[in-house]
């Protein structure tokens, strides 16, 4: 803490700054890319592809943090095989979106979906596209965050922004550093969001073979990763 009551040195600012870049750039991650592309593709509105992608980065920065503050707590980073486990967790959810995306294809738009009647325990079922029970369902409303929260426990996300932050000698500090990297992320994620949607409307003939190219990319990319976890 400084005279100005700042966690950084003035000098210093650019280290949180760095972790913002640096938070832009992790974003752009194969599995990353994928699992995001892999779920918006399943979406025709461009808001809800850029909504999708803002919900990957949150459930991503709140697993970020939340880890952050457990090492600042122990003094310890997590250990190796969490991460390990963590992967093969990621691994299995690009498989399941990528699935996802194929049987969508394969039923002309329908959805799996979990409803709950009166008097009825609940249940899945098939629901055609357009219908109006065809949106919404937990199970898609939360699966981006969900997903964001598995990446943010895996891979090198935890080592880039949890190293910086466990130099500074202040939790202020490293809650900011681990803050900054997750603006980025969601910098990019959003970014992204637009990318997809713009895709999704402006090339709907070829709609089709984009939606089969991410599913088929999400599930070849989650069972090379889980291959490569052992």
Do not use: K
């Not at 909504?51 to 503050?69: C, E, F, P, S």
């Not at 699935?99 to 394969?106: D, E, H, K, R, S």
């Not at 202020?172 to 550093?177: E, S």
Request: aromatic share 6%; charged share 10%; hydrophobic share 50%.
């Amino acid at each position: 803490m400084n005279a100005l009551g700042l966690p950084f040195e003035p000098g210093a600012c650019a280290i949180p700054l760095a972790a913002f870049g640096v938070g832009a750039l992790h974003a752009l991650d194969a599995d990353h890319i994928m699992a995001v592309s892999g779920l918006a593709m399943r979406r025709t509105a461009p808001a809800r592809c850029v909504q999708l992608g803002a919900r990957w980065a949150v459930g991503h920065g709140i697993t970020l943090l939340t880890l952050g503050l457990i090492c600042y707590a122990v003094g310890h980073a997590l250990p190796d095989h969490w991460h390990v486990y963590a992967e093969r967790c990621v691994a299995l959810a690009l498989c399941a979106v990528g699935v996802a995306v194929l049987t969508g294809l394969a039923t002309g738009g329908a959805r799996l979906r979990l409803h709950h009647h009166p008097g009825i325990r609940p249940h899945l079922h098939w629901v055609p596209a357009g219908t109006q029970h065809e949106s919404g369902g937990a199970l898609d409303n939360h699966g981006a965050l969900l997903i964001g929260a598995l990446h943010g426990m895996a891979g090198s996300a935890p080592m880039l922004a949890l190293i910086p932050s466990g130099q500074q000698g202040d939790v202020r500090a490293g809650v900011l550093v681990l803050a900054a990297f997750s603006l980025g992320v969601l910098l990019t994620m959003c970014v992204f969001g637009v990318v997809v949607g713009f895709a999704v409307g402006r090339f709907e003939r070829t709609l089709p073979w984009l939606r089969g190219l991410a599913g088929s990319g999400s599930v070849v990319l989650g069972c090379a990763i889980f291959a490569a976890s052992f």
